[in-house]
Protein backbone atom coordinates (compact mmCIF):
# COMPACT_ATOMS: atom_id res chain seq x y z
CA UNK A 1 0.00 0.00 0.00
CA UNK A 2 1.75 3.36 -1.25
CA UNK A 3 0.28 6.75 0.29
CA UNK A 4 0.82 9.56 -1.55
CA UNK A 5 0.84 12.79 -0.08
CA UNK A 6 1.88 15.01 -3.01
CA UNK A 7 1.37 14.64 -6.81
CA UNK A 8 4.91 14.18 -7.01
CA UNK A 9 5.32 11.39 -4.82
CA UNK A 10 2.07 9.52 -7.03
CA UNK A 11 4.37 9.78 -10.14
CA UNK A 12 7.63 8.11 -8.30
CA UNK A 13 4.86 5.42 -7.47
CA UNK A 14 3.76 5.15 -11.03
CA UNK A 15 7.29 5.04 -12.57
CA UNK A 16 9.32 2.97 -9.93
CA UNK A 17 8.14 -0.12 -11.74
CA UNK A 18 8.52 -1.82 -8.46
CA UNK A 19 5.05 -3.43 -8.45
CA UNK A 20 3.23 -5.93 -11.21
CA UNK A 21 0.41 -3.52 -11.73
CA UNK A 22 -0.88 -0.60 -9.37
CA UNK A 23 -4.41 -0.14 -8.42
CA UNK A 24 -5.71 3.86 -7.02
CA UNK A 25 -8.29 2.94 -4.06
CA UNK A 26 -10.62 5.92 -1.77
CA UNK A 27 -12.45 4.50 1.27
CA UNK A 28 -12.37 1.02 0.08
CA UNK A 29 -16.38 0.41 0.13
CA UNK A 30 -16.69 -2.18 -2.50
CA UNK A 31 -17.89 -4.65 -1.47
CA UNK A 32 -16.23 -7.40 -3.38
CA UNK A 33 -12.51 -7.30 -5.28
CA UNK A 34 -13.04 -4.16 -6.93
CA UNK A 35 -10.66 -1.93 -5.06
CA UNK A 36 -8.04 -5.18 -4.41
CA UNK A 37 -5.01 -6.01 -6.23
CA UNK A 38 -3.54 -9.27 -4.64
CA UNK A 39 0.13 -9.74 -4.84
CA UNK A 40 0.33 -5.96 -6.52
CA UNK A 41 0.26 -2.23 -5.57
CA UNK A 42 -2.92 -0.32 -4.35
CA UNK A 43 -2.56 3.52 -3.70
CA UNK A 44 -4.59 4.85 -1.37
CA UNK A 45 -5.66 8.30 -2.31
CA UNK A 46 -7.00 9.66 0.70
CA UNK A 47 -4.12 12.31 1.72
CA UNK A 48 -4.60 13.56 -1.60
CA UNK A 49 -7.86 15.36 -0.45
CA UNK A 50 -8.25 19.03 -0.75
CA UNK A 51 -11.06 20.94 -1.59
CA UNK A 52 -9.40 23.75 -4.02
CA UNK A 53 -12.09 26.11 -5.09
CA UNK A 54 -15.57 26.67 -5.20
CA UNK A 55 -17.58 29.51 -7.29
CA UNK A 56 -20.66 29.37 -5.14
CA UNK A 57 -22.45 31.70 -7.82
CA UNK A 58 -21.59 29.37 -10.46
CA UNK A 59 -22.20 25.98 -8.17
CA UNK A 60 -18.60 24.78 -9.09
CA UNK A 61 -16.47 23.23 -6.97
CA UNK A 62 -12.80 21.64 -8.10
CA UNK A 63 -11.48 18.94 -5.43
CA UNK A 64 -9.00 16.62 -5.28
CA UNK A 65 -9.99 13.46 -6.03
CA UNK A 66 -9.23 11.78 -2.56
CA UNK A 67 -11.54 14.24 -0.72
CA UNK A 68 -14.70 12.22 0.75
CA UNK A 69 -18.35 13.12 -0.08
CA UNK A 70 -19.07 13.83 3.72
CA UNK A 71 -16.33 16.38 3.84
CA UNK A 72 -17.55 18.06 0.84
CA UNK A 73 -20.94 18.03 2.20
CA UNK A 74 -19.66 19.58 4.97
CA UNK A 75 -18.23 22.75 3.79
CA UNK A 76 -21.05 22.81 0.75
CA UNK A 77 -24.04 22.33 2.75
CA UNK A 78 -23.98 25.81 5.05
CA UNK A 79 -23.08 27.81 1.81
CA UNK A 80 -26.93 26.17 0.09
CA UNK A 81 -25.62 23.75 -2.21
CA UNK A 82 -25.60 19.99 -2.68
CA UNK A 83 -23.94 16.91 -4.08
CA UNK A 84 -26.08 16.44 -7.44
CA UNK A 85 -25.62 12.55 -6.99
CA UNK A 86 -25.15 10.87 -3.53
CA UNK A 87 -24.97 7.15 -3.37
CA UNK A 88 -26.56 5.22 0.15
CA UNK A 89 -23.35 6.09 1.38
CA UNK A 90 -21.36 9.26 1.99
CA UNK A 91 -18.47 7.49 2.72
CA UNK A 92 -16.84 7.61 -0.57
CA UNK A 93 -13.88 9.35 -2.44
CA UNK A 94 -15.14 11.44 -5.53
CA UNK A 95 -12.04 9.31 -7.37
CA UNK A 96 -14.05 6.26 -6.28
CA UNK A 97 -17.85 8.13 -7.10
CA UNK A 98 -16.12 8.78 -10.48
CA UNK A 99 -14.76 5.05 -10.84
CA UNK A 100 -17.92 3.85 -10.07
CA UNK A 101 -20.11 6.16 -12.02
CA UNK A 102 -22.37 6.18 -9.03
CA UNK A 103 -26.10 6.64 -9.17
CA UNK A 104 -28.67 7.69 -6.13
CA UNK A 105 -31.90 7.90 -5.75
CA UNK A 106 -31.88 10.39 -8.24
CA UNK A 107 -31.24 8.46 -11.18
CA UNK A 108 -34.62 8.51 -13.09
CA UNK A 109 -34.44 12.68 -13.01
CA UNK A 110 -30.72 13.25 -12.76
CA UNK A 111 -28.59 10.47 -14.30
CA UNK A 112 -25.73 9.18 -12.75
CA UNK A 113 -22.03 11.65 -11.25
CA UNK A 114 -20.75 11.72 -14.36
CA UNK A 115 -23.07 13.73 -15.35
CA UNK A 116 -22.08 16.70 -13.19
CA UNK A 117 -18.38 15.91 -13.69
CA UNK A 118 -17.41 18.89 -15.65
CA UNK A 119 -13.89 17.81 -16.18
CA UNK A 120 -11.41 15.95 -14.37
CA UNK A 121 -7.51 15.37 -14.65
CA UNK A 122 -6.31 12.00 -14.69
CA UNK A 123 -2.44 10.61 -14.41
CA UNK A 124 -2.29 8.51 -17.06
CA UNK A 125 -0.05 4.91 -17.21
CA UNK A 126 2.53 6.69 -18.75
CA UNK A 127 3.13 9.92 -16.30
CA UNK A 128 1.37 12.43 -18.48
CA UNK A 129 -1.66 14.73 -16.49
CA UNK A 130 -4.43 14.54 -19.21
CA UNK A 131 -7.44 16.95 -18.42
CA UNK A 132 -10.59 15.21 -19.95
CA UNK A 133 -14.02 15.88 -20.29
CA UNK A 134 -17.19 14.93 -22.25
CA UNK A 135 -16.04 17.70 -24.86
CA UNK A 136 -12.29 16.99 -24.28
CA UNK A 137 -10.63 13.45 -24.94
CA UNK A 138 -14.28 12.53 -25.16
CA UNK A 139 -12.89 8.67 -25.16
CA UNK A 140 -10.38 8.46 -22.43
CA UNK A 141 -13.24 10.38 -19.91
CA UNK A 142 -16.14 7.99 -21.06
CA UNK A 143 -13.44 4.98 -20.07
CA UNK A 144 -12.74 6.72 -16.78
CA UNK A 145 -15.98 7.46 -15.96
CA UNK A 146 -17.44 4.21 -14.87
CA UNK A 147 -14.01 2.08 -15.61
CA UNK A 148 -13.36 1.19 -12.12
CA UNK A 149 -9.49 3.27 -11.58
CA UNK A 150 -8.08 0.97 -14.75
CA UNK A 151 -7.53 4.07 -16.79
CA UNK A 152 -5.12 5.46 -14.34
CA UNK A 153 -5.01 7.99 -11.71
CA UNK A 154 -7.47 10.69 -11.55
CA UNK A 155 -6.49 13.61 -9.61
CA UNK A 156 -8.83 16.69 -9.49
CA UNK A 157 -12.56 16.90 -10.61
CA UNK A 158 -14.65 19.44 -11.45
CA UNK A 159 -18.50 19.12 -9.89
CA UNK A 160 -21.51 21.02 -10.44
CA UNK A 161 -23.58 21.24 -7.67
CA UNK A 162 -27.40 21.63 -6.57
CA UNK A 163 -28.88 24.62 -4.77
CA UNK A 164 -30.90 23.85 -1.67
CA UNK A 165 -32.49 26.23 0.95
CA UNK A 166 -31.89 23.67 3.56
CA UNK A 167 -30.27 20.74 5.04
CA UNK A 168 -33.78 18.84 5.59
CA UNK A 169 -36.39 16.73 3.22
CA UNK A 170 -39.56 16.80 2.78
CA UNK A 171 -40.68 12.56 2.50
CA UNK A 172 -43.62 10.89 1.72
CA UNK A 173 -43.83 7.08 2.89
CA UNK A 174 -46.31 4.88 1.09
CA UNK A 175 -46.73 1.16 2.34
CA UNK A 176 -47.17 -1.10 -0.81
CA UNK A 177 -48.75 -4.46 -0.77
CA UNK A 178 -46.68 -6.60 -3.33
CA UNK A 179 -44.52 -5.95 -6.19
CA UNK A 180 -46.55 -5.27 -8.55
CA UNK A 181 -48.48 -2.24 -6.96
CA UNK A 182 -44.83 -1.26 -5.93
CA UNK A 183 -43.48 -1.01 -9.50
CA UNK A 184 -46.93 0.81 -10.19
CA UNK A 185 -46.12 3.37 -7.60
CA UNK A 186 -42.97 4.56 -9.22
CA UNK A 187 -44.17 4.55 -12.48
CA UNK A 188 -46.56 6.70 -10.80
CA UNK A 189 -44.64 8.77 -8.67
CA UNK A 190 -41.68 9.26 -11.47
CA UNK A 191 -42.66 13.30 -12.59
CA UNK A 192 -44.16 14.12 -9.05
CA UNK A 193 -40.48 13.63 -6.72
CA UNK A 194 -36.91 13.82 -7.78
CA UNK A 195 -35.95 10.93 -5.39
CA UNK A 196 -37.07 7.55 -4.85
CA UNK A 197 -36.50 4.67 -3.43
CA UNK A 198 -38.09 1.77 -2.05
CA UNK A 199 -37.08 -0.76 1.31
CA UNK A 200 -38.42 -4.67 0.00
CA UNK A 201 -39.26 -7.09 1.97
CA UNK A 202 -37.11 -10.22 0.54
CA UNK A 203 -38.09 -12.90 2.58
CA UNK A 204 -42.32 -12.21 1.58
CA UNK A 205 -43.82 -14.56 -0.51
CA UNK A 206 -47.28 -15.57 -1.97
CA UNK A 207 -49.75 -13.02 -2.78
CA UNK A 208 -47.14 -10.30 -0.72
CA UNK A 209 -44.45 -10.94 -2.68
CA UNK A 210 -42.65 -7.59 -3.28
CA UNK A 211 -44.16 -5.69 -0.16
CA UNK A 212 -42.50 -2.46 0.46
CA UNK A 213 -42.08 0.54 1.67
CA UNK A 214 -41.78 3.84 -0.95
CA UNK A 215 -39.99 6.74 0.04
CA UNK A 216 -40.03 9.28 -2.21
CA UNK A 217 -38.35 12.91 -1.32
CA UNK A 218 -37.81 16.65 -2.53
CA UNK A 219 -35.17 19.29 -0.49
CA UNK A 220 -37.51 21.06 1.69
CA UNK A 221 -37.99 24.57 1.42
CA UNK A 222 -36.96 26.95 3.94
CA UNK A 223 -40.67 28.01 4.45
CA UNK A 224 -41.71 23.86 5.79
CA UNK A 225 -38.46 24.23 7.97
CA UNK A 226 -39.14 26.40 10.65
CA UNK A 227 -37.58 25.14 13.83
CA UNK A 228 -33.83 26.53 13.14
CA UNK A 229 -32.65 24.93 16.62
CA UNK A 230 -33.41 21.08 14.79
CA UNK A 231 -29.67 19.42 14.26
CA UNK A 232 -29.06 19.46 10.89
CA UNK A 233 -25.45 18.73 10.74
CA UNK A 234 -23.87 15.87 9.27
CA UNK A 235 -22.33 13.98 12.07
CA UNK A 236 -20.37 10.47 12.08
CA UNK A 237 -22.31 7.10 13.35
CA UNK A 238 -24.97 8.09 16.13
CA UNK A 239 -24.32 4.20 17.18
CA UNK A 240 -21.63 1.27 16.53
CA UNK A 241 -21.80 -2.43 16.31
CA UNK A 242 -19.24 -3.19 18.87
CA UNK A 243 -18.64 -7.04 17.93
CA UNK A 244 -19.68 -9.81 15.63
CA UNK A 245 -22.89 -10.93 15.93
CA UNK A 246 -22.93 -14.71 16.38
CA UNK A 247 -24.07 -16.74 13.70
CA UNK A 248 -27.21 -18.16 14.68
CA UNK A 249 -28.57 -14.32 15.36
CA UNK A 250 -29.28 -13.58 11.77
CA UNK A 251 -31.78 -16.20 10.38
CA UNK A 252 -35.51 -16.36 8.79
CA UNK A 253 -37.24 -15.83 12.21
CA UNK A 254 -35.36 -12.86 13.05
CA UNK A 255 -35.17 -10.86 9.87
CA UNK A 256 -38.50 -11.80 8.81
CA UNK A 257 -39.83 -10.37 12.45
CA UNK A 258 -37.42 -7.63 11.44
CA UNK A 259 -39.03 -7.01 8.54
CA UNK A 260 -42.44 -6.94 9.68
CA UNK A 261 -41.90 -4.34 12.35
CA UNK A 262 -40.42 -2.16 9.79
CA UNK A 263 -43.08 -2.65 7.40
CA UNK A 264 -45.88 -1.85 10.25
CA UNK A 265 -44.27 1.00 11.66
CA UNK A 266 -43.64 3.10 8.78
CA UNK A 267 -46.85 3.97 7.88
CA UNK A 268 -47.97 5.92 5.12
CA UNK A 269 -47.38 9.38 5.68
CA UNK A 270 -46.73 12.46 3.34
CA UNK A 271 -44.65 15.79 3.85
CA UNK A 272 -42.66 14.42 6.72
CA UNK A 273 -39.72 16.50 7.33
CA UNK A 274 -35.80 14.36 8.08
CA UNK A 275 -32.47 15.37 7.77
CA UNK A 276 -30.77 14.88 5.05
CA UNK A 277 -28.42 12.85 6.02
CA UNK A 278 -30.86 10.50 7.65
CA UNK A 279 -32.63 10.08 4.21
CA UNK A 280 -29.76 9.70 1.56
CA UNK A 281 -27.33 7.71 4.11
CA UNK A 282 -29.47 5.86 6.55
CA UNK A 283 -26.70 3.27 7.57
CA UNK A 284 -24.09 5.80 7.92
CA UNK A 285 -26.04 5.95 11.45
CA UNK A 286 -24.58 2.87 12.49
CA UNK A 287 -20.94 2.46 12.46
CA UNK A 288 -19.41 -1.10 11.74
CA UNK A 289 -23.30 -2.19 10.81
CA UNK A 290 -21.98 -5.10 8.72
CA UNK A 291 -20.91 -7.02 12.29
CA UNK A 292 -24.62 -7.81 12.49
CA UNK A 293 -24.08 -9.93 9.65
CA UNK A 294 -21.00 -11.68 12.02
CA UNK A 295 -17.99 -13.43 11.27
CA UNK A 296 -18.67 -14.48 8.10
CA UNK A 297 -19.77 -11.56 6.59
CA UNK A 298 -21.98 -11.18 3.45
CA UNK A 299 -21.92 -10.34 -0.51
CA UNK A 300 -23.84 -7.36 -1.80
CA UNK A 301 -25.81 -8.09 -4.93
CA UNK A 302 -27.42 -5.35 -7.13
CA UNK A 303 -28.05 -5.77 -10.92
CA UNK A 304 -30.57 -3.72 -12.97
CA UNK A 305 -33.24 -5.35 -15.45
CA UNK A 306 -34.91 -3.31 -18.04
CA UNK A 307 -38.29 -1.98 -17.79
CA UNK A 308 -39.74 -4.76 -20.89
CA UNK A 309 -39.14 -7.15 -18.22
CA UNK A 310 -39.22 -5.43 -15.15
CA UNK A 311 -41.85 -7.37 -13.32
CA UNK A 312 -41.63 -10.98 -14.42
CA UNK A 313 -37.54 -10.48 -13.50
CA UNK A 314 -37.49 -9.02 -10.22
CA UNK A 315 -40.20 -11.00 -9.19
CA UNK A 316 -37.83 -14.37 -10.24
CA UNK A 317 -34.82 -12.40 -8.26
CA UNK A 318 -36.85 -12.02 -5.09
CA UNK A 319 -38.78 -15.50 -5.33
CA UNK A 320 -34.70 -17.28 -5.51
CA UNK A 321 -33.59 -15.22 -2.42
CA UNK A 322 -36.93 -16.11 -0.66
CA UNK A 323 -36.78 -19.93 -1.45
CA UNK A 324 -32.93 -19.97 -0.52
CA UNK A 325 -34.28 -18.80 2.96
CA UNK A 326 -31.16 -16.50 3.40
CA UNK A 327 -32.23 -13.89 5.67
CA UNK A 328 -31.36 -10.17 4.54
CA UNK A 329 -31.82 -6.79 6.49
CA UNK A 330 -30.97 -4.63 3.62
CA UNK A 331 -33.28 -4.97 0.12
CA UNK A 332 -33.68 -1.75 -1.93
CA UNK A 333 -35.68 -1.31 -5.04
CA UNK A 334 -35.07 1.71 -7.11
CA UNK A 335 -36.43 2.89 -10.72
CA UNK A 336 -33.37 4.26 -13.18
CA UNK A 337 -33.50 6.04 -16.05
CA UNK A 338 -31.47 6.56 -19.71
CA UNK A 339 -28.50 4.90 -19.80
CA UNK A 340 -24.93 6.93 -19.53
CA UNK A 341 -22.08 7.36 -21.86
CA UNK A 342 -19.66 5.29 -19.93
CA UNK A 343 -18.24 2.38 -21.18
CA UNK A 344 -18.42 0.15 -18.27
CA UNK A 345 -20.88 2.29 -16.36
CA UNK A 346 -23.71 0.17 -14.70
CA UNK A 347 -27.00 1.96 -15.24
CA UNK A 348 -29.50 1.26 -17.36
CA UNK A 349 -33.01 2.15 -18.15
CA UNK A 350 -35.00 -0.22 -15.54
CA UNK A 351 -35.62 -0.99 -12.04
CA UNK A 352 -32.37 -2.16 -9.82
CA UNK A 353 -32.78 -4.23 -6.97
CA UNK A 354 -29.85 -4.29 -4.19
CA UNK A 355 -29.60 -7.51 -2.13
CA UNK A 356 -27.31 -8.29 1.35
CA UNK A 357 -27.24 -12.03 1.36
CA UNK A 358 -25.10 -13.82 3.80
CA UNK A 359 -22.44 -15.63 3.19
CA UNK A 360 -22.55 -19.00 4.13
CA UNK A 361 -22.99 -23.13 2.09
CA UNK A 362 -24.45 -22.72 -1.41
CA UNK A 363 -23.56 -18.93 -1.92
CA UNK A 364 -21.65 -19.70 -5.43
CA UNK A 365 -24.56 -21.76 -6.61
CA UNK A 366 -27.36 -18.95 -5.47
CA UNK A 367 -25.52 -16.41 -6.82
CA UNK A 368 -24.72 -17.73 -10.28
CA UNK A 369 -28.78 -18.16 -10.54
CA UNK A 370 -29.64 -14.50 -10.13
CA UNK A 371 -26.87 -13.60 -12.64
CA UNK A 372 -28.29 -16.26 -14.81
CA UNK A 373 -32.32 -14.10 -14.54
CA UNK A 374 -30.08 -11.18 -14.62
CA UNK A 375 -28.79 -12.03 -18.28
CA UNK A 376 -31.97 -13.66 -19.47
CA UNK A 377 -33.48 -10.41 -18.92
CA UNK A 378 -30.67 -8.57 -20.97
CA UNK A 379 -29.68 -6.90 -17.32
CA UNK A 380 -26.23 -6.27 -15.70
CA UNK A 381 -24.78 -6.35 -12.60
CA UNK A 382 -23.11 -3.89 -10.59
CA UNK A 383 -19.63 -4.15 -10.68
CA UNK A 384 -18.85 -1.90 -7.84
CA UNK A 385 -20.47 -4.85 -5.14
CA UNK A 386 -19.93 -7.76 -7.55
CA UNK A 387 -17.78 -10.44 -5.65
CA UNK A 388 -18.62 -13.57 -8.19
CA UNK A 389 -19.63 -12.85 -11.38
CA UNK A 390 -17.83 -15.17 -14.54
CA UNK A 391 -16.16 -13.47 -17.02
CA UNK A 392 -18.39 -14.82 -19.50
CA UNK A 393 -21.70 -13.09 -17.98
CA UNK A 394 -19.54 -10.04 -17.25
CA UNK A 395 -18.74 -10.10 -21.22
CA UNK A 396 -22.49 -10.70 -22.41
CA UNK A 397 -24.07 -8.09 -19.93
CA UNK A 398 -21.80 -4.85 -20.56
CA UNK A 399 -21.42 -4.12 -24.77
CA UNK A 400 -19.19 -1.37 -23.98
CA UNK A 401 -16.39 -3.97 -23.07
CA UNK A 402 -14.79 -3.75 -26.19
CA UNK A 403 -14.25 0.20 -26.51
CA UNK A 404 -13.18 0.22 -22.84
CA UNK A 405 -10.34 -2.46 -24.02
CA UNK A 406 -9.18 -0.72 -27.12
CA UNK A 407 -9.10 2.78 -25.16
CA UNK A 408 -7.10 1.07 -22.23
CA UNK A 409 -4.72 -0.84 -24.68
CA UNK A 410 -3.85 2.22 -26.31
CA UNK A 411 -3.31 3.98 -22.81
CA UNK A 412 -1.80 1.07 -20.79
CA UNK A 413 -0.18 -1.42 -23.50
CA UNK A 414 2.25 -2.55 -20.69
CA UNK A 415 -1.01 -3.64 -18.32
CA UNK A 416 0.03 -1.00 -15.38
CA UNK A 417 -3.03 -0.65 -13.68
CA UNK A 418 -5.25 -3.86 -12.67
CA UNK A 419 -7.12 -5.36 -10.09
CA UNK A 420 -8.41 -8.17 -8.71
CA UNK A 421 -11.47 -7.99 -9.91
CA UNK A 422 -10.31 -6.77 -13.62
CA UNK A 423 -8.13 -9.80 -14.07
CA UNK A 424 -11.36 -12.68 -12.74
CA UNK A 425 -13.25 -10.70 -15.51
CA UNK A 426 -11.19 -10.02 -18.15
CA UNK A 427 -11.18 -6.32 -18.38
CA UNK A 428 -7.63 -6.24 -17.82
CA UNK A 429 -4.69 -8.88 -18.54
CA UNK A 430 -2.71 -10.34 -15.90
CA UNK A 431 0.75 -7.83 -16.01
CA UNK A 432 2.60 -10.85 -15.38
CA UNK A 433 1.93 -12.47 -18.32
CA UNK A 434 1.68 -9.48 -20.81
CA UNK A 435 4.42 -9.50 -23.80
CA UNK A 436 5.45 -13.32 -22.39
Not at 27 to 35: P, T, V
Not at 112 to 123: A, D, G, I, P, Q
Amino acid sequence: MYRPEARDELTAVLTSARETSLLPRGLGRSYGDAALNADAGVVSMLRLNRLLSLDEEAGVLECEAGVSLHDILGAIMPRGLFLSVVPGTRFVTVGGAIASDIHGKNHHVDGTFSRFVESMTLLTPGGEVVRCSPEEYRDLFWATVGGMGLTGVILTARLRLTRIETRYMTVDYRRSPDLEATLSAFEASDQDYRYSVAWIDCLARGAGLGRSVLMLGEHAPADRVRDAALDAGMGLPRLNVPFDAPSWGLNGLTVRAFNELYYRVHRTRQDVVVRADRFFFPLDGVGAWNRMYGRRGFVQYQAVVPHADGVRAVRALLERLSSSGRASFLAVLKKMGSEGAGMLSFPMEGYTLALDIPRRRGLGKLLAGLDRIVLESGGRVYLTKDASLAAGAFRDMYPGLGRFRSVKEALDPGGLFSSSQARRLGIAPDSRSVGA
